[in-house]
């Protein structure tokens, strides 16, 4: 489910480093974060994940919320077969 448009974005300076070193765009990472519909919880990190494309990459994006306050925490490229392993397994749930 997408985010209401009064969320803010944090951005943490690990977060501009991943987005440097890995080639991603903030814009890009910005607008998963607020309109994708495929979200779920990770059991382990306690976190929430937004899950989006990216150009040619699938991303998982785990973030924190507090308030209308959104801190996203890192950036991973991760294929369908491990998000389903992870949705499998327990370590992620639905949101």
């Known amino acids: 489910m997408p985010l209401p448009d009064e969320f803010s974005i944090f951005w943490t300076d690990y977060l501009k480093y991943r987005v440097k070193t ?14 994708s519909t495929e979200r779920y919880f990770d059991t382990e990190t306690y ?10 990459r699938i991303v998982m ?3 924190e919320r ?3 306050k ?3 925490v890192t950036i991973h490229a991760i294929t369908r077969q491990q998000i389903n392993f992870r949705i499998k397994t327990g370590r992620l749930t639905n949101e």
Do not use: N
Not at 22 to 33: F, H, K, N, P, S
Not at 48 to 56: K, L, P, S, T, Y
């Open 22 to 35: 890995r080639g991603y765009r903030l814009e890009v990472i910005e607008g998963i974060l607020k309109t």
């Open 47 to 56: 976190r929430r994940i937004a899950v989006g494309r990216h150009e040619d």
């Open 61 to 63: 994006i785990p973030y």
């Open 66 to 68: 507090e308030g209308s």
């Open 70 to 72: 959104l801190t996203p």
